[in-house]
């Protein structure tokens, strides 16, 4: 995930619990994606609202976990 992330390849929808999409298609472990915006790892590139999907990227810290694996 945090590889497509990077890849410029996924968009992050607004909300408190926001889900992820790949190459436009919804990531099917929606709690994956919830850790990993929680944990700080991803985010928007830009203020959302709730269900409008925006561009994905990575934060520091992400790119820090991708790059220890």
């Known amino acids: 995930m945090l590889t497509a992330v990077a890849a410029g390849r ?5 909300g408190t619990e926001p889900d992820l999409y790949v ?3 919804p990531c099917c472990d929606r709690m994956a994606t919830h850790d990993l915006v929680h ?8 203020p ?3 269900g409008l999907r925006v ?3 990575l934060t520091d810290d992400g790119r820090a ?3 220890a694996i």
Do not use: M
């Open 10 to 14: 996924a968009e992050v929808t607004g």
């Open 23 to 25: 190459d436009g298609l």
């Open 39 to 46: 944990a700080g790892l991803l985010r928007p590139t830009q």
């Open 48 to 50: 959302t609202s709730f």
């Open 55 to 57: 561009c994905a990227e």
């Open 65 to 67: 976990a991708l790059a």
